[in-house]
C-alpha cells in the first residue's frame, strides 16, 4: 500500500524557514517523482515543487523559486521541502503526492499524480 506522511508543518514567521518532510512507502521510491502542493483557504491546490527519484531532476513554481529546496534521502525514502523566506499570504495546507506512472519526469500538474499524503497546515504569521 502507498503511504505518504507530511510533517514538520506548523506556525512559523513571515520571512522565517520551515522544512516539511514527506515519508514514503509501499513503492519502489527511486522510481517515482515526487510533488508538493499547497492549498490556501478558498483557493485551488497548486503545485509548488517536484522531484523525479529517478534521476534527481526537480522542478519549481515561478512563485517559489530561489526560496525553496526540494531534495530526497533515498536511505530514509523521504522527500524534503525546505521553505525559506516564507510569505504570510501562503498559508496553506501541503501535500506531498506520487506521481502516478514510475520514470516520468518531474511536472506540477494535480491530474498527474495518484497517490497523496493526508496534508499538513503551515500556518505564516505576519
Known amino acids: 500500500e502507498v503511504q505518504l506522511v507530511e510533517s514538520g508543518g506548523g506556525l512559523v514567521q513571515a520571512g522565517e524557514s520551515l522544512r516539511l518532510s514527506c515519508a514514503a512507502s509501499?513503492?519502489?521510491?527511486?522510481?517515482?517523482?515526487i510533488g508538493w502542493f499547497r492549498q490556501a483557504p478558498g483557493k485551488e491546490r497548486e503545485g509548488v515543487a517536484c522531484i523525479s527519484n529517478n534521476d534527481g531532476e526537480s522542478f519549481y513554481a515561478n512563485s517559489v523559486k530561489g526560496r525553496f529546496t526540494i531534495s530526497t534521502d533515498y536511505a530514509q525514502n523521504m522527500v524534503y521541502l525546505q521553505m525559506n523566506s516564507v510569505k504570510p499570504e501562503k498559508t496553506a495546507v501541503y501535500y506531498c503526492?506520487?506521481?502516478?506512472?514510475?520514470?516520468?519526469?518531474?511536472?506540477?500538474?494535480?491530474?498527474?499524480?495518484?497517490?497523496w499524503g493526508q496534508g499538513i497546515q503551515v500556518t505564516v504569521a505576519s
Open positions: 509501499g513503492f519502489t521510491f527511486d522510481r517515482y517523482a
Open positions: 503526492a506520487r506521481r502516478n506512472h514510475p520514470l516520468l519526469g518531474c511536472i506540477l500538474h494535480e491530474k498527474d499524480y495518484d497517490d
